[in-house]
């Protein structure tokens, strides 16, 4: 597969206008294969969640109709494609709760395309994303529209996330109705970038989720303790001369939006849990809603397992994040708590930013890194090496909570016969090292830049269709 077979042009096959697929590297692409929709797969030398001898999967039609020892599935028919896993971990497609993919608006930083190739490159078969655009998506025309470009991508199932309130101003509630019942059937709603801090228009959203069975998913950020805020408030930010941001305002908002919900009866998402305290409140919050635990749900970032206020001794933007990047002791608390499933899943939070906006003096620097491309690897070192989480436990917080959280019922499900085929390859023994340049965002503020890795995904199929493959055979690369 070469570049040129890029996108799946489920839609309409035009891609005249679409900006070109960024380079990925060597022997590295992103392709949805339009006239293979209703093909087959097969999947050699493969082992499902690293668990027991490798096997063959072939799918077709979108759907894996034989899983067996290696050597033995043979595919009938002409349109097979052929990916050797080479013995890789064969999981269930990753489902990223938390992106940004600045379309409509700042194309410059992301767009559908751009942002759906990295995701798919990434193992992703299906993201979210956030409704800070501009214009806002708080209305279905807006949701619509995304949803659209990413069917016309066809690499990664792109579902909007509505906004809470008419412009992300905190004052009136959107039409959220409107927008469940459209084309784009939202289901997950979120003010990100600003929390829905009055308490009556939560309560309000919540209620109102209720009927839709939808979630809203808070960014949880007391805004009266953030004003000026520039780094995790403590002993860092205070010899760095940088205005702290408390880690109490994200915890009294989580515990005020716990109670709300159980008073409610609705589910609440808890975006990018930063504090180990935070993890606390979920604790405590999370066995008291009426309708169980499950109805209140939490992510981390893979940026908050891995990165701490440490690395902000040099004022490098890059690492300028909302909510900062807090301590070790928090990083490790996040971790435990997803290990525990206290936080139940992982969300990248994918932020690019253009240039300008990036690279900045810190003070004027906007918050936000890119994660798509880097999530796995990065969950691999802070969970999987550590022995938090094995491969069963990688699915769950990547691909299967998140899907049940979103209620996507086709993502997030079994690798078994009679299933959709949604699925990543990993590589577990590689090792490569990150460059901005060469990841597929057209924005490139990694935090990660030069820093070696653990694991790469090999390949990813959506429905039946390989929408990323990376050729590179060698174990240790770049
Ligand atoms: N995380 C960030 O630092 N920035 C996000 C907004 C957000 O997730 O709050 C963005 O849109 O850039
Ligand atoms: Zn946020
Ligand atoms: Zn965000």
Redesign the pocket.
Known sequence: MTEQDAGGHEESGRSDDAPPVVPTGAGRSAGGDGPRDRGSVLITNAVPYGEGDPVDVLTVNGVIAEIGPVGSVRASGEATDVLDAAGGVLLPGFVDL?T?LREPGREDAETVRSGATAAALGGYTAVFA?A?TDPVADNALVTEHVWRAGRQVGLVDVHPVGAVTVGLEGAKLAELGTMAGSAAAVRVFSD???CVDDPLIMRRALEYSTALDAVIAQ?A?EPRLTAGAQAHEGERAARLGLAGWPSSAEESIVARDCILAAHAGARLHV??VSTEGTADVLRWGKPRHPSGPAAISAEVTPHHLLLTDERLTGYDPVN????PLRTSSDAAALADALAEGVIDCVAT?H???AVQDKDAEWAAA????LGLQTALSVVVRTMLRPGLLDWRGVARVMSERPAEIARLPDQGRPIEVGEPANLAIVDQDAEWTVRGAELASIASNTPYEGMRLPAKVRATVLRGRVTARDTATSPTEG
């Open positions: 938390h940004h956030m800070n990100d970038g600003h960014h950020e975006c990018h300028k994040v909302n909510p939070d932020a690019p930013h906007r918050p936000g890194m």
